[in-house]
């Protein structure tokens, strides 16, 4: 009997030239397929490509599927477990008891309430933007210090500090160093958050790190979640501004439309988390043999869940490559699903939704400064995808 499941040899590294914002073809052909292909994994074990959105769904929703970084099989080599505090890595009970006390810090509410400050930060980097003049590299003076001071105000970093993280951040999530230069910048980081716990537990102040002094939380377990707290609530957020501009600026009629009506300012933001998905793929792997659409995963395999194909499932969501602002059939899994559900995505949302309309509103004849497929893009390799500068215009 020959085997009809579609195989996927390696997952892709480049996007097609002119399509910077769609998955990688052979993801989408993949899909195509089925919701599932075969799979081998860089170290060559044989694993599981999930690139349907119900199928990635019930994976993220089902505990037999385990997020331990140390049962992740996908290569002959052990993988360690993940440092304490890193609570992506781990499974509940050890997941919960991480998250559990951080819940309360980042609620629907108590985002909404930072919505001001968002909004006085954001005038303070439009306003140093139109000081400068055109041309500005979007990134550089919009994307990135949103998230950047916000974060490092919530976890109580010291503001002189900002630069020193956001460079060690670009370089361990960016996708372009060297072995020797990753583990550099992941060593300083880590000695910086050590430095940063030891001094709010010797003085509190008012932010998030204080408040966890008052937990059995040990400093190594607060650095580690501080790790989590600061890549992820920078690193993130800032592709999002800086590639979601990028795809309004080369969907001008969806620009002109979010420009018009401020109240679709809501679905803009959850449109473009669908269409963009710049955090790609994540893993799990089986603790026991699991059917999943219509294939057996054995225990101990790991799957490869795509969350960019699953956004654009056609299945899920009609005419799935378009940018839809106007889209109304939500539930994109831009910030993943079940227990692993992205802590920080209130706060996207409202970095998100305060940002972009100010920029349009500040700039009404922004453009891009380059050809778009000069734009510079993170590569495939990167854990986030994103831009890394984004040369922008205006008429003064």
């Given at each position: 009997?020959?085997?009809?499941?579609?195989?996927?040899?390696?997952?892709?590294?480049?996007?097609?030239?002119?399509?910077?914002?769609?998955?990688?073809?052979?993801?989408?052909?993949?899909?195509?397929?089925?919701?599932?292909?075969?799979?081998?994994?860089?170290?060559?074990?044989?694993?599981?490509?999930?690139?349907?959105?119900?199928?990635?769904?019930?994976?993220?929703?089902?505990?037999?599927?385990?997020?331990?970084?140390?049962?992740?099989?996908?290569?002959?080599?052990?993988?360690?477990?993940?440092?304490?505090?890193?609570?992506?890595?781990?499974?509940?009970?050890?997941?919960?008891?991480?998250?559990?006390?951080?819940?309360?810090?980042?609620?629907?509410?108590?985002?909404?309430?930072?919505?001001?400050?968002?909004?006085?930060?954001?005038?303070?980097?439009?306003?140093?933007?139109?000081?400068?003049?055109?041309?500005?590299?979007?990134?550089?003076?919009?994307?990135?210090?949103?998230?950047?001071?916000?974060?490092?105000?919530?976890?109580?970093?010291?503001?002189?500090?900002?630069?020193?993280?956001?460079?060690?951040?670009?370089?361990?999530?960016?996708?372009?160093?060297?072995?020797?230069?990753?583990?550099?910048?992941?060593?300083?980081?880590?000695?910086?958050?050590?430095?940063?716990?030891?001094?709010?537990?010797?003085?509190?102040?008012?932010?998030?790190?204080?408040?966890?002094?008052?937990?059995?939380?040990?400093?190594?377990?607060?650095?580690?979640?501080?790790?989590?707290?600061?890549?992820?609530?920078?690193?993130?957020?800032?592709?999002?501004?800086?590639?979601?501009?990028?795809?309004?600026?080369?969907?001008?009629?969806?620009?002109?439309?979010?420009?018009?009506?401020?109240?679709?300012?809501?679905?803009?933001?959850?449109?473009?988390?669908?269409?963009?998905?710049?955090?790609?793929?994540?893993?799990?792997?089986?603790?026991?043999?699991?059917?999943?659409?219509?294939?057996?995963?054995?225990?101990?395999?790991?799957?490869?869940?795509?969350?960019?194909?699953?956004?654009?499932?056609?299945?899920?969501?009609?005419?799935?490559?378009?940018?839809?602002?106007?889209?109304q059939n939500g539930g994109h899994l831009a910030f993943g699903h079940g227990i692993h559900q992205?802590?920080?995505?209130?706060?996207?949302?409202?970095?998100?939704?305060?940002?972009?309309?100010?920029?349009?509103?500040?700039?009404?004849?922004?453009?891009?400064?380059?050809?778009?497929?000069?734009?510079?893009?993170?590569?495939?390799?990167?854990?986030?995808?994103?831009?890394?500068?984004?040369?922008?215009?205006?008429?003064?």
């Open positions: 009997m020959t085997d009809s499941v579609h195989t996927v040899s390696a997952l892709p590294t480049a996007r097609r030239s002119g399509c910077p914002f769609a998955p990688p073809a052979e993801l989408l052909e993949a899909r195509e397929h089925g919701p599932i292909s075969r799979y081998t994994h860089v170290g060559g074990r044989p694993g599981w490509l999930v690139t349907g959105y119900d199928l990635v769904r019930s994976v993220l929703a089902d505990p037999r599927f385990s997020s331990r970084k140390e049962l992740l099989n996908v290569g002959d080599f052990e993988v360690p477990p993940a440092p304490p505090g890193e609570f992506l890595l781990m499974d509940d009970p050890e997941h919960r008891r991480y998250r559990k006390p951080l819940m309360g810090k980042f609620t629907v509410r108590r985002m909404r309430q930072l919505t001001e400050r968002v909004g006085q930060i954001t005038g303070d980097c439009l306003d140093a933007m139109e000081k400068a003049g055109p041309p500005a590299d979007l990134v550089a003076v919009f994307a990135k210090p949103i998230p950047s001071i916000i974060i490092c105000e919530l976890l109580g970093v010291p503001y002189e500090d900002r630069g020193s993280f956001q460079e060690q951040i670009d370089t361990f999530l960016g996708g372009e160093t060297s072995d020797e230069d990753l583990i550099a910048a992941y060593t300083a980081t880590q000695q910086y958050l050590a430095e940063l716990v030891a001094a709010k537990r010797a003085r509190p102040t008012d932010d998030v790190l204080s408040d966890l002094m008052d937990t059995d939380l040990s400093d190594e377990e607060l650095k580690g979640i501080a790790l989590i707290l600061l890549a992820a609530g920078f690193d993130t957020t800032a592709n999002m501004l800086a590639l979601g501009t990028f795809a309004l600026l080369r969907n001008p009629d969806q620009l002109a439309l979010l420009r018009s009506d401020p109240t679709l300012t809501d679905s803009a933001v959850e449109e473009l988390l669908r269409y963009l998905s710049v955090a790609k793929t994540f893993m799990r792997t089986a603790l026991v043999d699991v059917e999943l659409g219509g294939q057996t995963i054995a225990a101990g395999t790991t799957v490869v869940l795509s969350y960019n194909t699953a956004n654009r499932d056609p299945e899920r969501f009609a005419d799935p490559h378009a940018l839809d602002l106007r889209r992205c802590l920080g995505q209130q706060l996207a949302r409202v970095e998100m939704r305060v940002a972009l309309p100010a920029l349009l509103d500040r700039f009404p004849t922004l453009r891009l400064a380059v050809p778009a497929d000069d734009v510079a893009l993170r590569p495939e390799s990167a854990d986030i995808y994103g831009v890394k500068s984004l040369p922008v215009a205006w008429d003064v």
